[in-house]
């Protein structure tokens, strides 16, 4: 957080990645070199999803754990109230403590397969505010705390295609000031696809007091029924000219995942030019499109990739002060 407070400073662009946890060893294995290959660009952080509902708790304790110490790159490991009740956050927090991770992105989280409201479970958190209180009374300032915001509100402020009306928008963003207020350091978003609706969001953050900062959610598209999938289930607006460039390429992965570059690109030079200097790149595990964009960006060298890594230990094995990779 405070390389990203220090940048904002600075006036240098910084981004980072997020990945989550695959579902087989091998996955896990192949992720760890994807990681490998892309933190040699240097992201600000790397961060790893906490699975719907708990589901893949132990897992993302020891991949966050693994990120931290044996790819050695800054982690950020989110954590949600689903399922949990306050001793198995406290277990979550104690375990990352002791690995040296200082990031939570800490989350409500959605209800449980096949329930459609959250509810609080016996002993545990009803929203991703009071996990933030939790956080901070209990951790003090240990933790850098970041915390989800929604440009176009959260999807249950959300009741039809319009969107949320400005009520909620509102009632939204004044709870995200409550969620900042309580001790969250910096915020994400969610995905978007309208660029204004990013900025507008920021504006509205400012003029009601956020002053954190408010780190843009970039999910390229990969693939279109995945994207269609993804924007559904956040009901994410997505303007006529996507829906436009994509139907006739639907059908044809090379180029879907060619025009997702460019669309990616165009939105996030529209918001450096409005000065933030933060991208957050949603990478679904995959490195070709993150990286295309960052390239185009001129923010990376796809040249200076180190091959092959001699320094890296057999996952099992961790890193120590003497085989840090120096960054
Ligand atoms: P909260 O901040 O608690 O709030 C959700 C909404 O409920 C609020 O926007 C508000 O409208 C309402 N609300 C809640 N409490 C109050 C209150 N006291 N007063 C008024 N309104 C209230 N899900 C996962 O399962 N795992 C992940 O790793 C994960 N990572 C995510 C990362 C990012 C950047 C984002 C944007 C989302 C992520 N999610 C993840 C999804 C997230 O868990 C869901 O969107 C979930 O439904 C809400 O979580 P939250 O932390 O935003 O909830």
Known sequence: IEKIQNAEKEGKVVFSFEFFPPKTEE??????????????HQPSFCDI?????GSTADLTLDISNKMQNMICV???????????????????????????????????????????????????????????????????????????????AHPDMIKNEVGATEE?????????????????????TQLFYDTDIYLKFVNDCRQIGIKCPI??????????????????????????????????????????????????????????AHGIKTLHLYTLNMEKSALGILANLGLIDMTKIRRPLPWRPATNVLRTKENVRPI
């Open 27 to 40: 996955g896990v294995e192949n992720l760890f070199d994807r990681m490998d290959r892309m933190v040699e």
């Open 49 to 53: 999803t906490w699975g719907a509902g």
């Open 74 to 152: 800054e982690s950020m490991m989110h954590l949600t109230c689903t399922n949990m009740p306050v001793e198995k956050i406290d277990h979550a927090l104690a375990t990352i403590k002791a690995n040296g991770i200082q990031n939570v992105l800490a989350l409500r989280g959605d209800p449980p397969h096949g329930q459609d409201k959250f509810v609080q479970v016996e002993g545990g958190f009803a929203c991703a505010l009071d996990l933030v209180k939790h956080i901070r009374s209990k951790y003090g300032d240990y933790f850098g705390i970041t915390v989800a915001g929604y440009p176009e």
């Open 168 to 188: 909620d928008y509102q009632k939204d963003l004044a709870y995200l000031k409550l969620k900042v207020d309580a001790g969250a350091d910096l915020i994400i």
């Open 215 to 272: 780190v843009p959610g970039i999910m390229p598209i990969n693939n279109y029924k995945g994207f269609i999938r993804m924007a559904g289930f956040c009901k994410t607006k997505i303007p006529s000219e996507i829906t436009a460039a994509l139907e006739p390429i639907k059908d044809n992965e090379e180029a879907v995942r060619a025009y997702g570059i460019h669309l990616g690109t165009e939105m996030c030079k529209k918001i450096l």
